[in-house]
Antibody, heavy 117, light 106 residues
Framework: QVQLQQSGAELAKPGSSVKISCKAS????????ISWIKQTTGQGLEYIGY????????YYNEKFKGKATLTVDKSSSTAFMQLSSLTPEDTAVYYC??????????WGQGVMVTVSS | DIQMTQSPASLSASLEEIVTITCQAS??????LAWYQQKPGKSPQLLIY???SLADGVPSRFSGSRSGTQYSLKISRLQVEDIGSYYC????????FGGGTKLELK
């Protein structure tokens, strides 16, 4: 069955970076793009961007350009998102999701990123 | 950016009741709309795509409809396992989500 397994919770200091992972299984990894979505209590769900798992090409929501960097390792069927120059506003749950015909049909379990000094 | 205005923000309903949640798009998005269910502490799950198509494994008591730029999710007979939050999402231009509806049992 399709699964997206994300890495564990992160506690980071302001100004630092974190890199979270999303390991896919149960399907041909390069047949679907992987998207990343941020969830906070105040802002709800926000789309960050996606990566083409075959070519490595990326698309970013304007708001997250310079904040998020998406990469992929095809050999391990894993997508990564690095968040840089962290501020308390980056505290959120981050999901990866498989993008199927413009909709998100499978989601990872989410990673809680907490930014605090 | 296309804005999705979802209502109500919260809703309390009884078992077996009919529940309707709506999303208003700020511009024409055609049928490029999905609905997701998120149970407490879990990830969102796709319920409806292309405004009216039921995702695999989703019970038939869920249905989606469209009238112009207004979209609706209907639960025909509320069950206890339907409790959670619901989000609409447009896929016409980039991707944006509605603010969510928290559904509770009365």
């Amino acid at each position: 069955q399709v699964q997206l397994q994300q890495s564990g919770a992160e506690l980071a200091k302001p100004g630092s970076s974190v890199k979270i992972s999303c390991k896919a299984s149960g399907y041909t990894f390069t047949s679907y793009d992987i998207s990343w979505i941020k969830q906070t209590t105040g802002q709800g769900l926000e789309y960050i961007g996606y990566i083409n798992t075959g070519s490595g090409g990326t698309y970013y929501n304007e708001k997250f350009k310079g904040k998020a960097t998406l990469t992929v390792d095809k050999s391990s069927s894993t997508a990564f998102m690095q968040l840089s120059s962290l501020t308390p506003e980056d505290t959120a749950v981050y999901y990866c999701a498989r993008l199927a015909s413009d909709y998100f049909d499978y989601w990872g379990q989410g990673v809680m990123v907490t930014v605090s000094s | 950016d296309i804005q999705m205005t979802q209502s109500p923000a919260s809703l309390s309903a009884s078992l077996e009741e009919i529940v309707t949640i709506t999303c208003q798009a700020s511009q024409d998005i055609g049928n490029w709309l999905a609905w997701y269910q998120q149970k407490p502490g879990k990830s969102p799950q796709l319920l409806i795509y292309d405004a009216t198509s039921l995702a695999d494994g989703v019970p038939s008591r869920f249905s989606g409809s469209r009238s112009g730029t207004q979209y609706s999710l209907k639960i025909s007979r509320l069950q206890v396992e339907d409790i959670g939050s619901y989000y609409c999402q447009q896929a016409h231009s980039n991707w944006t989500f509605g603010g969510g509806t928290k559904l509770e049992l009365k």
